[in-house]
């Protein structure tokens, strides 16, 4: 499992966006992305299949330090938001 957490700056408003990957050759089941640190604000992604990206935004009220992904089979993955290295009109990942 890959996870990205972005924090997009524009100059009017900042955008936030996790990016969940799986990279592995087995389903992805129970993905769960939590927004905060109490576990009240998050979202659950049933089932991401090999290969396929999911794409999420956390609510406004959350936390936009950082995000917690969790699946079955023990994975746990803790992300800081951070922003992506730009060129006028190129994004680079």
Known sequence: ???????????VYTSYQVIISNIGKKPLNNTIVYFDESDKKFQNIAVINPGEEISV???????TDHVK??????????KQYSTEFRIPGLRIK
């Open 69 to 78: 992904v969790t699946a079955d089979y023990g994975l746990n993955i803790t």
């Open 57 to 63: 935004s956390p609510p406004p009220d959350a936390s």
């Open 1 to 11: 499992m890959g996870v990205r957490a972005i924090k997009d700056e524009q100059d």
